[in-house]
Every structure is written in C-alpha cells, then in structure tokens.
C-alpha cells in the first residue's frame, strides 16, 4: 500500500499539469489584425513660390490624377507638380519673344511699342528701353557676352542692348536689304550671331567687326526659327518653304533639308543635346525631329483636335516644350516615353510666339494678353 507521503506528491504533480494545460489554450493576440482604424489621407497640394505682390501675378498648377487610398497611417509627400504662373507687363507692349538673364530677370520684346522690356520675376516689376523711332522688336537672345541681341523688323536692324548701362548699338542690315522683315537669331560656336528674315533672306553679323552681311534663302520666303547645336552647327526653319535648311559657318551657304509631312510649316526649331533638330510643324500640328546623324526625320501629332505648334523648345533634360495655339496650351514632349502632357494657359487667348527657359523653367510671352508665363519644374 503506498504510503500517504507518496500519495500527496503525486496529486500536487497532477494539479501543476492541468494548471499548464490551461494556460495553453488561452487565446493570443491576432498579428494581421489592426491595432488602430487605418486613416485616409487627402492628397497633399504642391508647395507653389508666392507669387509677387507687386505687380500681382497669377499661379495655377496642372490638375492630377486621382490616387489611391493609402492604407498606412503615416502620411505620403505628394509628388510636386509643375506651376504656370503669369507676370502682366504694361498695357500696349505685345510681348514677343523671351530671354533668361544670368542674373535671374527676363528680357522680353515689347513689339507693340517698340521697347526692349525687363521683368524681375521677384518682384513683378518691369522696365522699357526704347529702342529706336519705327522699332519693332522680334527676336532677343542673350549673348556669349551676356547682352541681350534682338531682330528689330521695324528698324531692319540687330540691336544690342548694354545690361548695365542700357545703351542701344543698332546694327542695320545694307541698304540694299530693306524690309527683310528680321525674324530670329543664334550665336555659333564662334561667336557669330546668325539672323533670319522671312522675307527670304539670312544673315551673320560679327560683333567684334560690327559688319553685317546678308544671304539670299535658297527657297526664297520663309526663314523664321534658327538654332546652334551643342557642335556649333547652325539650322534655321522656313515657314512658307516648309523645310529646315543648315548652314555652312565657313561659305554661309544654306541646304535645304525637307521633313517627311509635305507642307507641314515648319516654324521654328531647336537643338537637343545630341545635335538633333527638332522642328514645330505650324500647318501640321505636329512636333518633328531631324537626326543629321542618321539623316532619319520622325513626328508626332500634337494632342488635341486642331493642334497648332508654334514654338519650340528642348530643356536641359532633352524634354521637349511646344507653345499649341489650337488649345491655348503649352505641351511638353518626352521623347523617351514618347508622351505629351498639357499645361492650359491661364489667359485665353496667350498665343505664346516663343519659348526659352533654364534649370526648372520654361518662359513664353502671351502676346495676346500682355503677361509673360513661366511654367517651374520641380
């Protein structure tokens, strides 16, 4: 018979067992399930630079696309989005063409009141130089030796402009060139600034000669844009002659050179870093390139029921800017993705007659409502 001893120990051995299998089978804590109510963010607006105060300038941002609900609480930075934003300039001036000054302000073409005018975009506030009785500024570009140049049709002259002082230099064409009509110009690798005129005529001028000499455009009428490639090589567009031409820096002569789409217009042109030429098709609506490499054309059609290119522009990340008078719009063009993106002019209508920019920005002139435009890239 066990002994009394040897029959307690037993019975506390047995008690410490159902006590462990107990706590076994409590429930646990379920991993997946939530520990909070899981919140919906709302899509967070793009920081936007405050626009001037003096003059007040407009700023709108391109719609997005809808985006999902995230499904963590932390909330997610927003992808910036580009921002148009417009600067009025004085009443009568008809801005034409626009370019960025080293020091951050904007030379732009007052061809209503034949003024060279002067935007701090900090401020809003504006300057005019008067460049002459009859002016009707076209064209400006700053120079190697950062002074504004400028194709003046109403003084059938290049003016160039002291940033410092704001002496005019005209530079007239011979008088056996009159009405030339003077369209746009771009420095070579030389430091030679080369014009056009639609009137069927091309030209170089030598600022250290001060002598300008004038050529006759292969195809008559027509030459508008013009652009220098990264190699120094010059190609202008010929509106009325539907082709782009390049020019020899040594003879000045020029050879025609026809995109793919007859009669396509095309209006201006722009190099890429590669020395391609890309082409606004004005009649055709459509945005070309020319590989002088390969000798190959492609195009694409603009967006939109009746696009019309009219300015072009390749930044310095090789994306393509078009100015769309069709849509009051300004298009950006990648040509790796081969994809188009709008940005609607805030001003209907803008007509934007030209393009330039910098580093994350694209600058047009709305010569229609008197405002200069910006489109800022994050």
Avoid at 48 to 56: D, K, L, R, S, V
Avoid at 74 to 98: I, N
Avoid at 107 to 121: D, I, N, R, V
Avoid at 304 to 318: F, L
């Amino acid at each position: 018979m066990r002994s009394l001893a040897a029959i307690l120990t037993i019975a506390i051995m047995l008690a410490a067992c159902d006590s462990q299998s107990q706590q076994a089978v409590q429930p646990s804590p379920d991993a997946s399930a939530p520990t909070a109510a899981p919140t919906s963010l709302a899509t967070t607006a793009p920081a936007t630079e405050a626009p001037p105060t003096n003059p007040p300038a407009t700023a709108t941002t391109a719609p997005t696309a809808a985006a999902s609900s995230p499904t963590a609480a932390p909330a997610a930075t927003a992808t910036p989005l580009p921002v148009v934003q417009e600067y009025p300039v004085p009443a009568g001036t008809r801005p034409h063409d626009v370019a960025p000054a080293p020091n951050g302000g904007i030379w732009f073409t007052a061809q209503g009141s034949g003024q060279l005018g002067w935007l701090e975009p900090a401020s809003g506030e504006t300057q005019l130089v008067t460049l002459g009785p009859g002016s009707a500024p076209h064209g400006v570009i700053v120079g190697p030796d950062g002074a504004p140049w400028i194709t003046d049709g109403g003084l059938n002259a290049i003016v160039r402009v002291d940033p410092s002082t704001l002496e005019v230099k005209v530079f007239p064409l011979p008088q056996d060139r009159p009405r030339a009509n003077l369209n746009t110009a771009t420095f070579d690798a030389r430091g030679v600034l080369w014009f056009t005129g639609q009137n069927g005529i091309y030209g170089r001028l030598d600022p250290q000669q001060g002598q300008v000499e004038v050529f006759d455009a292969p195809r008559g009428q027509g030459p508008y844009g013009i652009t220098t490639t990264p190699s120094g090589a010059v190609y202008y567009a010929s509106l009325a002659g539907s082709h782009i031409a390049a020019i020899d820096p040594e003879t000045g002569a020029a050879k025609p050179i026809d995109p793919t789409t007859h009669g396509q217009g095309a209006r201006r042109v722009w190099s890429d870093s590669r020395g391609r030429i890309w082409v606004s098709e004005w009649n055709a609506g459509q945005v070309g390139v020319y590989d002088p490499a390969t000798k190959d054309w492609r195009e694409w059609k603009l967006p939109g029921a009746r696009p019309m290119a009219y300015a072009v522009y390749v930044d310095n990340r090789d994306i393509v800017w078009l100015s769309d008078f069709g849509a009051n719009a300004l298009v950006r063009f990648d040509p790796t993705t081969e994809k188009f993106e709008s940005f609607a002019l805030p001003s209907s209508p803008g007509n934007v007659r030209q393009l330039l920019g910098r580093p994350g920005e694209v600058w047009g002139a709305e010569s229609a409502a008197d405002k200069l435009v910006v489109v800022r890239q994050p």
